[in-house]
């Protein structure tokens, strides 16, 4: 046992011993030589080619034939045949030359070697960049692909889902009597009429609160020549009765407006409004405010509007406004109505259930 672990033992010094003494070995090259083995093989090179040259010469010196003529098959048999000959003579001629190896020690080889390295590592790199393009092009394709299956699964999923549910539909009407589907129905479109008429409700108690807490005030500057509708916010009453300058400032509130004057100047904008009655004059104290004026005017704009949708003409029938004023223009820039194309004093409610043009 002790004798096959000390021969092992020695196997593995001597290993140990030849690694180390091919790391100590010095590499033969001389790298002050190189320049002068370049130009030594340039020398070698220049003169095989004065060689060639030379012969090249002698070969047409000797010959009669034309080179340009030579080169192309002639049409007579006899001189195709001769031209045959001659290109067989020097195919063996030069079998046996022996074939041009540049000397020991000259970098002709490792030039050539560096020069086809060269070549492949640039047509690696140009393959590199083009598979890399042709790679990207496929990742998109194939993110849009997934994006493509995910959408149509989920088509094909809702259908199936829609597909169940009229089968289902089906089955339980096919079961029931036609009185029975008729108070079905019935009960449907009242509970449907319900939610619209609370939906109805509740929007309209919105709007009428937008109007009076935000959107009059800023009508009424408008009306006043003021900034458009909601470029100022939170305009006051005293600055609607200070009224605006030419260039759309708020002038200074320090001297009050009399009411008169601030009832002449609603009047001549808004109109006067109707007699009252005896009881309406009682309740009536105070002459209402340019927000107020304002306010009033949106909402009958408003309800001729409905009205008009709702009349005989339908969603085609257009309302014929008294004048251009900031509550049909707001109108139109919200995209809540819209002008008749060929006259601007007429206006009509958008029909979102429709095309914004018939």
Do not use: C
Not at 73 to 82: G, T, V
Not at 216 to 224: N, Q
Not at 296 to 302: G, K, S, V
């Amino acid at each position: 046992m002790a004798q096959p672990q000390s021969e092992s033992l020695r196997k593995i010094r001597e290993y140990v011993e030849e690694a180390r003494g091919l790391q100590e070995d010095v590499v033969d090259f001389d790298a002050s030589s190189t320049e002068a083995r370049l130009e030594q093989t340039v020398k070698e090179l220049q003169a095989r080619v004065k060689e060639q040259q030379a012969a090249l010469e002698k070969l047409r010196s000797q010959s009669h034939v034309d080179i340009e003529t030579a080169a192309y098959a002639s049409e007579d048999p006899r001189l195709k045949l001769q031209q045959l000959a001659a290109v067989t003579d020097a195919y063996k001629q030069l079998k046996s030359t022996a074939t041009y190896l540049p000397t020991q020690g000259s970098v002709l080889p490792a030039l050539l070697a560096a020069r086809t390295i060269q070549h492949n590592v640039q047509g690696i790199k140009e393959a590199i960049a083009s598979t890399q393009s042709q790679l990207s092009t496929k990742e998109a394709t194939l993110r849009r692909e997934e994006a493509n299956l995910h959408d149509a699964n989920l088509l094909t999923q809702t259908m199936q889902n829609r597909i169940r549910r009229l089968r289902s539909q089906h089955e339980d009407r096919s079961q029931k009597t036609p009185a029975q589907l008729a108070r079905e129905l019935i009960g449907a479109k009242r509970a449907k009429k319900e939610n619209y008429d609370a939906d109805m409700q509740r929007l309209g108690e919105a709007m009428n609160n937008f109007i009076n807490d935000y959107l009059s005030s800023m009508l009424a500057a408008e009306e006043l020549g003021g900034p458009v509708v909601g470029d100022m916010l939170n305009i006051e009453d005293d600055t609607l009765a200070a009224g605006f300058t030419k260039k759309g400032r708020a002038k200074s509130s320090k001297k009050p407006v009399s009411d008169k004057t601030r009832q002449r100047r609603i009047d001549e904008i808004w109109g006067k409004k109707a007699p009252l009655d005896a009881e309406e004059e009682e309740e009536e104290e105070e002459p209402p405010t340019e927000a107020e004026a304002a306010d009033a005017e949106m909402r009958q704009l408003i309800e001729n509007l409905f009205a008009t949708l709702m009349g005989p003409g339908g969603g085609k029938a257009y309302f014929q406004l008294e004048r251009d004023s900031a509550a049909s223009r707001f109108l139109i820039r919200a995209k809540i109505a819209q002008f008749h194309p060929k006259d601007a004093r007429r206006l009509r409610l958008i029909d979102f259930g429709r095309e914004l043009d018939d």
